[in-house]
């Protein structure tokens, strides 16, 4: 299945290269990870439309549920902020500004998050 995705990439015109993988040392890589799931998202329908044999079934539910794909959404929308922080604080002209501007930012992206009542947040919760 390496080698459809790789086509279908190529299809699509899909900037950015394909599926990046999560690094635990380099936990900003889940970020990474998570935009490359997304950008995809196209191709890997297309994928199950093409040849269904192309995943096994837990692939296949996933790529069918909306909800995975808003949860994903969710949590590239919290990791972004987290990371562009992680880049800024290791510049060697980095200032208490720059940290604090990053805290902020990633404030407003968690406080964007869908509230308690959500069930959408309350099925991502117990996942």
Do not use: H, Y
């Not at 998570?34 to 096994?56: G, H, Q």
């Not at 590239?76 to 200032?95: D, F, M, R, Y």
């Not at 990633?106 to 991502?124: D, G, N, Q, R, V």
């Amino acid at each position: 299945s390496g080698a459809i995705l790789r086509e279908e990439i190529k299809k699509e015109l899909i900037v950015g290269g394909g599926l990046k993988s999560s690094v635990k040392t380099r936990w900003s890589t889940a970020w990474d990870c998570c935009s490359s799931v997304l950008r995809l998202e196209t191709v890997f329908k297309n994928m199950l439309i093409d040849n269904s044999k192309a995943m096994n079934q837990s692939l296949r539910i996933l790529v069918n549920n909306r909800n995975f794909w808003s949860n994903v959404e969710a949590l590239a929308n919290i990791l972004e902020p987290a990371k562009n922080a992680v880049k800024s604080v290791e510049c060697k002209n980095t200032t208490m500004a720059d940290v604090f501007f990053a805290l902020i930012q990633m404030a407003i992206s968690i406080k964007a998050l869908p509230t308690e009542t959500s069930e959408e947040l309350k099925e991502f919760r117990q996942k």
